[in-house]
């Protein structure tokens, strides 16, 4: 659709931010860059405690960076800050922000003033971004009224009430029921294609990153470890993954770390039936075969097993060796 | 340009202040009930033990502790309000100036405070006639300065919210009856008539409320134009 080379709209090189807590130094991010152009969803995918708030902190002029440098359309988010606020825009999905006592369409109203937009331009945009996110019926509603779904309805098009070049969004869909939450990404999608809106993502949420973004960046522990198109970074795992459920509990897996091929694996206990799923990522079929001979062997019982399509979870999971709970256990988040 | 997202959203922050209060018929009745009630108990005590001229003050007390009651539990509480839900973030994520939206808070105060103001004056007047003797250029003059430094203290206590989160909600307390009694706001407490003695009066001055309150009775019940009460006037607006 763009008959141009796409703009560097976001480039962050080697940024890097430190909080100093109580009792420790924390490394939010450690020498993180990237580039985002015009018309992406760029997905930062990481578990809780990676970063991603801090990532979209500093870029939305909320935080500064330690050190290492961040653009938005050129402008320094450190020394112009002004000039970034002027054509972004966030929003974030712990916040339900607005007034209880003003209406949805006074709600959106009051936000299009903090950046000077003329009453008819603000009306028809509310008109417009209340079409496509389904909200006009919901338009005069006091916002305390509103269910959850729709408050952040109203808050997302909040964020794009000021026709904003780069869109921010942290968890935007999280806690939301499954019709709102597509009807939202269906509507990012649009907005990227058809407006050429660069947007922002920062989620936990695997399966939203895999439907909507172009690209993404694997983030854990303030680094950034791969960044690529969700379809490339899956092909380049190789084999499916390989999923079993043995028994009985507590299962003692210590040998999966010696059998080679083994990327990674990610367990989830089932105390119901007594059992623990074991999710590995592996390289060849030979690996599996090895994997499958070394249950009995450690004396535990196979029960199932079965091979799945690899999703960015197994990414995660090869690149870690841990999946996104087990990490957020290790973190201490 | 620059001016005019200054004034947007001025005007904008102003709008839903005043609206989200109109829209609910309760907190007006609270607004006004309050400084009515107390303003009209203190004219029937002060007629009855035959202090005419202090029935003035009452009411005049009345019409300003509303905005100094709006001032210490609505202005200074919004922001800590407001970043609790997101909002203040959204502010300043924005190219609107943090001191339009702060002027339009401030505004957004004045206009939900003045029908309990009106309605005690005109009460007042109804009521008890007090005698009044005013010099009107010198008290339009007072009250807008004597408005606009306790705004200025209604912001910065936002800030200090902002800081200290709920834990300020105790300095609101603690200002609230000390400061309307010793800024006098239902009687003179600098000057001849005051029963507070020197050092008190001292520290009372330094309250912007005290200087205006006092100002204001010399300019509606003493007819003193600009020319005695200019002292007043040049302290409350260094404020
Ligand atoms: N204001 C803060 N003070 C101290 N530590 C913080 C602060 N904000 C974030 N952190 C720490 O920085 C790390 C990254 O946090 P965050 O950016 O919120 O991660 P994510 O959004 O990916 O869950 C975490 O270890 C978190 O505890
Ligand atoms: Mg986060």
Redesign the interface.
């Known amino acids: 659709m763009l008959s141009h080379e796409p703009e560097v709209r976001v480039e962050v090189q080697n940024l890097r931010r430190e909080f100093d807590s109580k009792e420790r130094k924390v490394v939010a991010l450690n020498g993180v860059s990237l580039k985002v152009r015009e018309g992406e969803i760029f997905g930062v995918l990481g578990p809780n405690g990676a970063g991603k708030t801090t990532l979209i902190r500093i870029l939305s002029t909320l935080l500064l960076p330690t050190s290492g440098v961040a653009r938005v359309m050129g402008f320094d988010v450190a020394s112009e800050p002004e000039k970034v606020r002027a054509v972004i825009n966030m929003a974030s999905g712990a916040e339900r922000a607005g007034y209880d006592y003003i209406s949805a369409r006074g709600n959106l109203w009051f936000f299009s003033q903090l950046y000077g937009l003329p009453s008819e331009v603000a009306k028809a945009r509310i008109k417009a971004l209340s079409q496509l996110l389904g909200l006009d019926d919901y338009l005069d509603r006091k916002f305390y009224m509103l269910s959850t779904g729709y408050r952040q309805r109203v808050t997302i098009a909040r964020a794009f009430i000021n026709d904003p070049k780069i869109v921010f969004l942290d968890e935007p869909t999280i806690g939301l029921d499954v019709m709102t939450a597509m009807s939202i990404r269906e509507f990012l999608i649009k907005e990227a294609r058809e407006n050429g809106r660069t947007i922002f993502l920062a989620t936990h949420n695997m399966a939203e990153v895999d439907t909507i973004c172009n690209r993404v960046a694997i983030i854990d522990r303030g680094r950034i470890l791969t960044s690529d198109t969700p379809t490339n970074l899956k092909r380049s795992l190789g084999a499916p993954a390989l999923v079993m459920e043995v028994s009985p509990l507590p299962v003692n897996l210590a040998f999966l770390g010696a059998v080679e091929g083994v990327k990674g694996f990610t367990t989830s206990v089932d105390e119901e039936r007594g059992l623990a799923r074991v999710q590995v990522v592996v390289e060849s079929e030979e690996c599996v075969r090895r994997i499958l001979a070394g249950v009995p062997a450690s004396g535990m019982r196979l029960v199932s097993s079965w091979r799945q399509q690899t999703t960015l979870e197994e990414v995660f999971v090869s690149l870690v060796g841990r999946g996104f709970v087990e990490r957020e256990h290790e973190v201490g988040e | 340009?620059e001016s005019?997202?200054w004034l947007?959203?001025l005007?904008?922050?102003m709008?839903?202040r005043v609206?989200?209060?109109f829209?609910?018929p309760l907190w007006i009745a609270v607004n006004i009930g309050f400084p009515f009630f107390s303003s009209v108990g203190l004219g029937l005590l002060y007629s009855s033990t035959g202090l005419r001229s202090f029935v003035g003050f009452a009411i005049l007390g009345g019409i300003m502790i509303s905005f100094w009651g709006n001032v210490l539990w609505s202005m200074a509480s919004q922001f800590y309000w407001d970043k609790q839900?997101?909002?203040f973030?959204?502010?300043?994520?924005?190219?609107?100036p943090m001191t339009a939206i702060l002027i339009g808070m401030s505004l957004g105060g004045v206009v939900n405070t003045a029908p309990s103001a009106v309605l005690v004056a005109v009460a007042g007047w109804l009521f008890f006639a007090p005698p009044l003797s005013p010099s009107w250029l010198a008290v339009g003059l007072t009250f807008a300065l004597t408005l606009a430094s306790l705004y200025a203290m209604g912001m910065m206590l936002s800030s200090l919210y902002l800081a200290y989160g709920r834990e300020a909600e105790s300095i609101n307390e603690a200002l609230h009856e000390p400061v309307s009694l010793i800024s006098g706001v239902y009687f003179p407490s600098i000057g001849n008539f005051s029963p507070f003695p020197f050092s008190v009066q001292v520290f009372a001055s330094l309250i912007p409320l005290t200087i205006g309150m006092d100002a204001l009775r010399r300019a509606l019940f003493f007819s003193q134009g600009l020319s005695s009460i200019y002292l007043h006037l040049i302290v409350l607006s260094m404020r």
């Open positions: 340009m005019r997202l947007r959203a005007y904008a922050r709008w839903v609206m989200s209060v829209n609910e839900v997101g909002l973030e959204i502010y300043l994520t924005s190219p609107a």
